[in-house]
């Protein structure tokens, strides 16, 4: 649940509250037992089937329905004790929060409506027209504050569809690369099923690639930042991971640093380290690579990561969008205010760019 709607639940609340204490001071009336009994009801309903029923929000089926048994609780108590019109404000954003789309506006004219009849001002129309006008100030407001109720809740939504691609971003990048390198290395085993050096030596790669990969997955519960940046600055990590590489894949991997070396956000340079990894990831899977140079430059205004290898290249033109993993590493450089670009050829090899700008 995000705090927006811990907020909102609280402001219920404490509109709820407020009167229920003024009721409870006001002395020793017949109904007072019945109309705190009314309130306390609402409160536990609210409770029972919306606070702890988060996950049927924005579903008119029931969500409509548990609206209703609200609204009739709040049409009770307004008639029995005018104070309880506090609560009109506290359930503002309850018709934006509880109902879908365009029922919300329904939800919160029905309520400023209900308010309305209960408190029993439509007398008033016939004698004083100017009670339509408070009729229509009501109306806007609740709408006006039912609207940053709903904006603020999509907002909450949009954070949750980022997060969900960032985590995709750091399970392709983590674990998918990681079982990629497995499979890699027993389908090799399996085809060198004769030689039992050969065959030794390439479990015991799959081993440690499991090994690595299952203390990766630990730390990314605890914390989405690369495992080589908790060791070492972004150099130094790339250096660890080409060396990871190359152990791996028996192709040679270079790492050169170009320009006076300064830190640089996590952000940034979780972005470069994930760029690297997709990279050598493709010149192992696709490329087909007797080499494999990276290149971190530090520039005046920004830090640059290349991947370039001598493998069979692809046709650029032909295939634009690339695979989820150039995808998510847009994605991820465009986070951080960066640009990816790759160039290639067949039979040239292939050159990625990672560009971040940087004070």
């Avoid at 204490?21 to 009994?37: C, D, E, K, S």
């Avoid at 980022?162 to 027993?186: M, P, Y």
């Avoid at 960066?338 to 940087?358: H, K, R």
Wanted: glycine letters at 10%.
């Amino acid at each position: 649940m995000s705090r927006w709607l811990y907020a909102f639940h609280l402001l219920f609340y404490a509109c709820l509250a407020f009167p229920m204490a003024v009721v409870a001071l006001m002395g020793t009336g017949g109904g007072r037992p019945l109309t705190l009994g009314l309130a306390a009801a609402m409160g536990v309903y609210y409770w029972l089937f919306v606070v702890r029923r988060s996950e049927d929000l924005e579903r008119l089926h029931p969500m409509a329905w548990h609206f209703l048994v609200l609204l009739c609780l709040l049409f009770l108590l307004l008639r029995r004790e005018s104070v309880f019109e506090l609560v009109q404000f506290g359930m503002c954003p309850m018709p934006y929060v509880m109902l879908p789309g365009r029922w919300g506006y329904a939800g919160a004219i029905t309520l400023v409506l209900t308010t309305f009849v209960a408190s029993g001002r439509v007398t008033e129309l016939a004698v004083n027209p100017g009670a339509l006008g408070g009729l229509l100030a009501n109306a806007g407001l609740v709408t006006i504050m039912g609207l940053f109720a709903h904006h603020l809740v999509k907002a909450g939504e949009v954070g949750v569809l980022r997060e969900r691609a960032r985590l995709a971003r750091e399970i392709h990048d983590t674990l998918a690369q990681g079982l990629s390198g497995i499979i890699t290395q027993l389908e090799a085993a399996e085809q060198a099923i004769d030689d039992q050096p050969a065959v030794r030596q390439r479990i015991a790669v799959a081993k440690r690639l499991a090994r690595e990969n299952l203390g990766e997955a630990r730390r990314s519960v605890d914390a989405l930042r690369p495992e080589p940046l908790n060791r070492a600055r972004i150099d130094l990590a790339l250096g660890d991971v080409a060396a990871r590489w190359s152990s791996a894949s028996g192709v040679q991997a270079t790492v050169a640093v170009d320009g006076p070396r300064r830190p640089l956000e996590p952000e940034v340079e979780a972005t470069l380290l994930r760029a690297a990894q997709e990279g050598l990831a493709n010149a192992a899977k696709h490329a087909g690579a007797r080499r494999v140079a990276i290149t971190l430059s530090y520039m005046e205004d920004e830090v640059t990561l290349d991947v370039l290898d001598d493998g069979a290249g692809f046709d650029a033109d032909a295939a634009p969008g690339g695979g989820y993993g150039l995808a998510a590493m847009r994605e991820r450089a465009s986070a951080v205010g960066g640009t990816v670009t790759v160039e290639s050829a067949p039979g040239e090899g292939t050159a990625l760019c990672v560009s971040i700008p940087c004070a």
